[in-house]
Nanobody
């Protein structure tokens, strides 16, 4: 059974940093592209960043230069380092594992709250 456990959310002042982590168990980590999504109050869920098994990355324009996604294949963990946080980054953040060849085989983390406020 695949399990994803997120950690690292919290509250921070504008300009601060947080690091989110998503640890996977019960599957072959390298079979999955991993994305971080967020859902802000009253808004649709959006893709923030993702990373392929080979390490290629994508970032939504609003976080480019501030967020860094990385993966540790030995520890089955994907992280999102968030710097220069802004109030508009406030949201619940979710990690998603999507199988690279099996369409529809995907798993979501439980979500972690990030609040940026002075």
């Amino acid at each position: 059974q695949v399990q994803l456990v997120e950690s690292g959310g919290g509250s921070v002042q504008p300009g601060g940093s947080l690091r989110l982590s998503c640890a996977a168990s019960g599957t072959i980590f390298s079979w999955y592209r991993v994305g971080w999504y967020r859902r802000a109050p009253g808004k649709q869920r959006e893709l923030v960043a993702n990373i392929t098994p080979g390490g290629s990355t994508y970032y939504v324009d609003s976080v480019k230069g501030r967020f860094i996604i990385s993966r540790d294949n030995a520890k089955n963990t994907v992280s999102l380092q968030m710097n220069s946080l802004k109030p508009e980054d406030t949201a619940v953040y979710y990690c998603k594992f999507a199988h690279i060849t099996v369409v529809g085989r995907e798993y979501w983390g439980q979500g972690t709250q990030v609040t940026v406020s002075s």
